[in-house]
């Protein structure tokens, strides 16, 4: 599977599927997005995850099985900021799970579901989603091939309030999961 990781929480796969676009704007730091695929899906409906309209959707089919698995974008079952959708995306035999706005450690059902994932997608700012700390906690309770941090500050991009990716890589190391980490 080739990921291509377009910044923020925005990936795109095997050049057919774009997961959380952001519009334009939405990200500070990070330049305007324009990209391609055949099908676009979005985690949930704030503007730094759900720019459809900069994907151009072109022909053909796309071969990703996707399972949407509900969840809630805090702590708090969504009240405070709505519903979150973890994509659970599979082809080939590989399996890849974006947790999109993730802002709970997951329970039982919703973790067998991302289980044992070739690549896992996972939010590590924190403030707006689970932080370092909880992730940690997921990548060992889901135990991924491969993780995958997303939606943290840059020197570049990002919001303020997001920690970088320093603090997970910090509990990554000392949880032993650190050579399972791709920063891209």
């Known amino acids: 599977m080739k990921i291509e990781y377009l910044g923020h929480a925005c990936f795109r796969l095997d050049d057919q599927l774009v997961i959380d676009p952001y519009k334009d704007g939405s990200v500070s730091g990070l330049e305007n997005l324009r990209t391609s695929a055949v099908k676009v899906i979005c ?28 969840s809630f974008h805090d702590d708090q ?15 080939d035999g590989e399996k890849l799970v974006h947790l999109g706005d993730l802002g709970h450690f997951p329970n039982e059902e919703q973790l067998k579901k991302i289980a044992d994932a070739d690549y896992l997608l996972i939010p590590v700012g924190g403030y707006y989603t689970i932080d370092a700390e909880i992730a940690a906690k997921i990548c060992e309770a889901a ?4 993780i995958i941090p997303m939606h943290y500050r840059t020197s570049i991009s990002g919001y303020p309030e997001l920690a970088t990716v320093d603090e997970f890589m910090k509990l990554a190391k000392e949880k032993g999961i650190a050579e399972k980490v791709k920063v891209l």
Do not use: M, Q, W, Y
Request: some cysteine; charged content about 30%.
């Open 43 to 70: 985690t949930h409906e704030h503007a730094d995850h759900s720019g459809r309209e900069c994907v151009e959707i072109t022909s053909g089919e796309c071969e990703f099985e996707i399972e949407e698995v509900p």
């Open 77 to 91: 079952e969504g009240a405070l900021r709505g519903p979150n959708t973890i994509f659970v995306v599979a082809k």
């Open 143 to 146: 135990n991924p091939k491969i």
